[in-house]
């Protein structure tokens, strides 16, 4: 029998298990191959949380934050925990402090949602084959070498798969496979996930990694795992597969599932996406087959939460969650659209277990979102806002400033958008617009990284990324309405502990 080893590297935010992994697990135990799944982000933060305790002198914050350590992370495994946000913002702020203080001797900067090193880059290719070459200069060293001896010692893999979705994890990846063609050298390392799917469709691609790491798999990985398995039948219809990982033991109140109904993006025509810019295909699962998947697990695991991690819920979709209930409550993105401006649809939504909708509403200023082609007006926007607001379904906003189409009177508009709907904008999140790298057109590579996604680029009218900043900071953020909104949006954790929020102050009305 074939044995496999599945890792996930730090550092994403560590509130859910990988939704990659779990699908390729469930592909490969479906036909019969060994796999240990080893998810080394949230272990890997947990061994940082620890080793920080082992300092001699320490001020008297860090003392503190040790000493709470425990409690505060039972605090975030539980419901109660998200009853008093100020109660959680210490939580997660001291959590955040730890990491921060034992990454530090390695001139890196580690907390529960970044990884940053003071010299290396993770869109530098160099920089990644460095973290290769010296893997004992990032923080996780001593933690993977103890990992990897005792996994490899009970098991050896016959192949080793490796998911990278999120810059943050790229240094510590290419450290941990650095350490892996140190110890392993004959066993073949695939490459995959959502960064290294987004490389690979970079205009120019050529791979930089072909001496360290053996495949690198663009897309969903499973008929590449398979055959690389020498396995030819084609990837079962079958949901991802969650028990080899520790659900109960991330950092959220209860068990939160991940689920992809869909790859890419039903609408595909933003002009600023990524998604576009790489002319992926969207690949949507049955209707029947999400219904099967999403029971089967909601049977298994009686999660808390449900997060439905399409890059936009289609409307398609939204009905047929309305006909057939997860019975879970979950979340995730999705356009601002006409059904959403229909109160009865909202209202069989939050029936069917919605608790919270991310919306790309972006601008409040109707040019702007022509030239994005969002597909939808300021005015549909404040309908979707209202009747979501009525139905009691919360909204995650999600703006975004500095586009090509944007000035500094568009951007008030926005502003004033917000304060007009203060009272229907839950959450928010306010970006500053990056210009990806487009086929056929001259880019300049942010810090000159040979794997940016994103270009410089003058701003056609003169609102530059310093004057965007700088509205951001000084008239956006600070003006009432928008601070109150802000002031309510979790830390760290924003989108993924929302839910939790608005679960636990509808249980306590
Ligand atoms: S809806 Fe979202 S994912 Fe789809 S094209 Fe627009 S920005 Fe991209």
């Known amino acids: 029998m074939k044995n496999l080893l599945l890792i996930y590297p730090p550092l994403v935010k560590a509130c859910e298990p990988p939704v990659g992994i779990a699908r390729l697990t469930a592909c490969v135990r479906h036909q019969g191959v060994h796999c240990d799944v080893w998810d080394a982000n949230w272990q890997g933060q947990m061994a940082l949380l620890q080793c920080s305790t082992q300092t001699g002198q320490e001020l008297p914050r860090t003392r503190q934050a040790r000493s709470r350590m425990q409690k505060d992370l039972d605090y975030l495994r539980q419901p109660h ?41 993770p869109v530098v290719s160099d920089d990644l084959l460095q973290a290769a070459e010296h893997p004992e200069e990032l923080p996780f060293h001593s933690f993977f070498q103890e990992q990897l001896q005792r996994r490899l010692a009970q098991n050896c893999p016959d192949l080793i798969g490796v998911s990278l979705n999120y810059l943050s994890q790229a240094l510590c990846a290419f450290s941990l496979i650095g350490m892996l063609r ?12 959502g960064l290294i799917t987004s490389w690979m469709c970079r205009p120019g691609w050529r791979n930089p ?79 029947n087959r999400i219904s099967r998947d999403l029971e089967t697990l909601v049977h298994r695991h009686h999660p808390r939460l449900l997060h439905l991690t399409d890059n936009a819920l289609s409307p398609r979709l939204l009905h047929h969650l309305i006909d057939h209930p997860p019975n879970a409550p979950w979340y995730g993105f999705t356009r601002i659209t006409a059904a959403l401006a ?26 702007v979102l022509n030239g994005m082609n969002k597909g939808h007006s300021v005015a549909l926007a404040s309908r979707v806002l209202h009747q979501l607001h009525n139905a009691g379904i919360a909204a995650f906003v999600y703006l975004l400033f500095g586009t090509p189409w944007e000035d500094e009177s568009a951007a008030q508009a926005t502003l004033e958008f917000v304060v007009r709907h203060q009272r229907e904008i839950t959450f928010i999140n306010p970006a500053i617009f990056n210009q990806p790298i487009e086929p056929g057109q001259p880019a300049q590579p942010f810090y000159g990284g040979d794997l940016s996604l994103y270009t410089d680029y003058e701003h056609p009218r003169a ?39 608005c679960q636990q102050e509808e249980s306590a009305q």
């Not at 009853?83 to 390695?106: C, E, I, T, W």
């Not at 907390?111 to 880059?121: I, K, P, S, V, W």
């Not at 140190?182 to 996930?193: A, D, F, T």
């Not at 939504?349 to 601008?363: D, H, R, Y």
Request: proline share 9%; charged share 20%; net charge positive.
């Open 342 to 367: 229909d109160v009865d649809f909202c209202r069989s939504l939050k029936k069917a277990g919605c608790v919270l909708l991310k919306l790309g509403v972006e601008s409040g200023d109707d040019g």
């Open 182 to 193: 140190r110890m392993i050298p004959h066993i073949p390392v695939m490459l995959g996930g």
């Open 463 to 501: 609102w530059s990324r310093s004057l965007v900043r700088r509205f951001l900071d000084r008239s956006f953020k600070r003006h009432p309405a928008v601070a109150a909104i802000l002031r309510r949006t979790p830390p760290f954790f924003t989108s993924n502990h929302a839910p939790f929020f």
């Open 81 to 121: 925990g998200y009853g008093s946000f100020d109660r959680y913002q210490l939580a997660v702020h001291r959590l955040n402090h730890l990491m921060r203080v034992a990454a530090k001797p390695f001139s890196c900067t580690a907390g529960l949602a970044d990884f940053l090193h003071q010299r290396l880059q």
């Open 209 to 287: 990694f072909a001496g360290l790491v053996d495949d690198l798999v663009a897309g969903p990985g499973e008929t590449a795992l398979l055959r690389r398995l020498s396995i030819a039948d084609p990837p079962a219809a079958v949901p991802p597969d969650y028990d080899p990982l520790p659900l109960q033991r991330y950092f959220s109140p209860g068990i939160t599932l991940p689920y992809s109904a869909s790859f890419g993006c039903y609408w595909n025509r933003c002009a600023f996406c990524p998604e576009k810019a790489e002319g992926r295909r969207f690949q949507p699962q049955t209707m």
